[in-house]
Structures are given as C-alpha cells and as structure tokens.
C-alpha cells in the first residue's frame, strides 16, 4: 500500500504541473481584455486552485486504480500484452465514476471551465505513470 500510494504521488505532481503549466500558456494567449487578464495576482489565484483541484483527483484516481490492480494482481503489469486490457478497463472504470465527482466538485472549489479536458487528461495520465512506476 504505500508503494501505491507513492507512485500515485509521483504520477499525479508531474501530471498536476504539465496541466497547469498549459492552462497558463493558454490564459496567457488569451486576447486582450480577457477576463484574467486583468490582475496577475488574480491569474496565480486561479492557476492555484486548479493545481490543488488537478493534483488531488490525480491521486485520488492514481490511489484508487492501484489498490484495486493489487486487489486484482494487475498492478505494475500495464506493458504486458495479456494484461494491459484489464488496465485499459479499470483505468475508463474509474474515469467513468470520477468525472461526475470532477464536475461536482469543480463548481465548489472554484475551478476555472477550461480544467475539464485537462482534468480527464491528468486522472488517465496519472493512473498510467503510477502502473509504469510500480513495474
């Protein structure tokens, strides 16, 4: 369990920045007279909490995908042929159950619209490189 719990870590920090990271390029390109456009202080405000929202469903999903492929014997098995669909399965299963939990939550936490594509995104990626680093 803590093995799965800290690949989760590593998967969900590299996936939560790279989000994040593109959500600023595309705010930065926004045209002038953009809504976040108007403070950077309200910029990195925004770019906070969609970090803390992208990285805690990263490793909410990366947790819950690892305990049950070790329930299930699969976890740390993603490269091998015979196997890898049971992950592809369990990865769309658990993708399936959060992004209701994700558009829920994105609306409480304050969330920006754009986080959407990048929430599915991270939660996938996150799951993977967490399987990837168990092998």
Not at 96 to 111: R, Y
Not at 122 to 127: D, E, N
Request: proline share 3%; glycine share 8%.
């Amino acid at each position: 369990m803590p093995r799965v719990i800290s690949n989760a870590f590593i998967g969900s920090a590299f996936v939560s920045a790279a989000a994040t990271a593109l959500l600023a390029v595309e705010w930065a390109h926004e045209p002038l007279g953009g809504s976040l456009r108007a403070s950077r202080a309200a910029v990195l405000e925004q770019l906070a909490i969609d970090f803390s929202y992208l990285w805690c469903a990263a490793t909410l999903a990366a947790i819950i995908c690892g305990v049950i492929a070790v329930r299930l014997g699969i976890y740390g098995r993603g490269a091998v042929i015979l196997e890898n669909w049971r992950n592809a399965l369990l990865g769309l299963m658990i993708i399936a159950v959060m992004l209701p939990i994700g558009l829920s939550a994105q609306a409480v936490v304050g969330a920006s619209d754009d986080t959407l594509p990048c929430y599915l995104v991270a939660i996938a990626l996150a799951m993977s490189i967490s399987d990837a680093c168990a092998a």
